[in-house]
């Protein structure tokens, strides 16, 4: 399995981009980077996903390196209801069933 | 994003009874959901793969007899906590993968249990 690494906490001001990295030195060629998000007491909220190019939406943008050996999720213009664990995972591919296994994620924290 | 709908949100059972959770996808058809487990201040633990109208898959340690998981419908799975017992408190999440989005998975808002 592609394994993650990721900085257990983070700090950022509010209106400033937040910029979270995350390491998947193993990741496969068909695996793709998916970010989530879990605001306390709630279920994890997709962010955004991509396998080589980078990526943007409505909530964040995805940069992936062109090794793809790792990656940086920006939240453009962070609000204090950004403030929330972020994980960065590989999707595992096992016996057709696509699941999801999280690591211990970012906790970030915009401050005011 | 698609929505994936929890009930109850919060339970409170007496120590050997059996409570069921359901999970359904609201508006899109799942054949695969997946059940996660997260004690405080910690990760969510993959419990087990759920899909339509078979057994469903169980990660190493979690026990397939305790935790009862039914898929019956693609709109639809349950996870049944028998016999349960204080440290089966916990909060537990379903996913459900959506195909027509790329096989996204999107999230429940979970559900709390407590055994008193």
């Known amino acids: 399995d592609a394994k993650t690494t990721q900085p257990p906490s983070m700090d950022c001001a509010e209106g400033r981009a937040a910029n979270l990295p995350c390491n998947h030195s193993?990741?496969?060629?068909?695996?793709?980077v998916y970010w989530y998000r879990q605001i306390h007491s709630q279920g994890p909220q997709y962010i955004i996903h991509g396998l080589k190019n980078n990526e943007t939406n409505e909530m964040a943008s995805l940069i992936i390196t062109e090794d793809r050996k790792s990656s940086t999720l920006i939240l453009p213009h962070a609000t204090l209801r950004d403030t929330a664990v972020y994980y960065c995972i590989v999707r595992v591919l096992i016996q057709g069933a696509q699941k999801l296994v999280f690591g211990q994620g970012t906790r970030l924290t915009i401050n005011p | 994003g698609a929505v994936v709908s929890q009930h109850p949100s919060r339970v409170i059972c007496k120590s050997g009874t059996s409570v069921k959770i359901e999970c359904r996808s609201l508006?899109?058809?799942?054949?695969?959901m997946f059940w996660y487990r997260q004690f405080p201040k910690q990760s969510l633990m993959l419990m087990a793969t759920?899909?339509?109208?078979?057994?469903?898959?169980?990660e190493q340690g979690v026990e397939k007899d305790k935790f009862l998981i039914n898929h019956a419908s693609l709109t639809l799975s349950t996870l049944t906590v028998t016999s349960a017992h204080p440290e089966d408190s916990s909060f537990y999440i379903c996913?459900?993968?959506?195909?027509?989005?790329?096989?996204?998975?999107?999230f429940g808002e979970g559900s709390w249990l407590t055994v008193v």
């Open positions: 508006d899109f058809q799942a054949t695969t």
């Open positions: 996913s459900a993968s959506d195909r027509s989005s790329g096989n996204t998975i999107y």
């Open positions: 759920s899909n339509e109208g078979s057994k469903a898959t169980y």
């Open positions: 193993t990741i496969s060629g068909n695996e793709y």
